[in-house]
């Protein structure tokens, strides 16, 4: 239990770290427009999160081997508590998660759906001579620059 109790608390702390993070994640999401650099500086703050949480995942596992208990720790108060907020921390974690889901899931509907119509719209330039006669504008042309 000596250990057991801090890699706990740990998990806690990385967790709230996480909720966070993910809170700031979600608000990103939510403007019209968003900033593909501060959203990846999140995305990678919440890969290095999880890898902590996991890193110390694996250390209670080892102590309870070590120690022949297993969550959720009725016999022991300290570590039954501490394990029912993390659990509880773990949920609201998510939730936010499903809620972050969502507005990423609109925000690539709403790409997709304006490059179908920019593809669209792009193609159908046309322009009309001195004559009146028209024809196709060229449209994204590439340039040959040999230097």
């Not at 239990?1 to 801090?6: E, F, G, N, S």
């Not at 979600?26 to 990678?44: A, C, G, W, Y």
């Not at 509880?88 to 990423?104: A, D, G, P």
């Not at 709403?110 to 179908?116: G, R």
Request: glycine share 6%; net charge neutral.
């Amino acid at each position: 239990m000596d250990k057991l109790y801090p890699i706990l608390s740990q998990m806690k702390t990385s967790l709230g770290e996480l909720e966070g993070v993910m809170i700031e994640e979600f608000n990103h999401l939510s403007r019209p427009q968003i900033n593909p650099v501060s959203l990846q500086i999140l995305t990678d703050n919440k890969s290095q999160l999880l890898s902590t949480i996991r890193y110390y995942d694996e250390l209670r596992r080892k102590e309870e081997a070590e120690m022949h208990i297993s969550a959720p720790y009725r016999q022991q108060v300290k570590l039954f508590s501490c394990w029912q907020q993390l659990s509880e921390k773990v949920e609201s974690t998510r939730k936010l998660n499903l809620r972050v889901e969502e507005l990423l899931n609109m925000h690539m509907k709403t790409n997709t759906q304006i490059k179908q119509i920019v593809t669209t719209v792009g193609g159908n330039n046309s322009l009309y001579g001195s004559t009146g006669e028209s024809h196709v504008a060229p449209v994204g042309g590439s340039y040959r620059i040999s230097v």
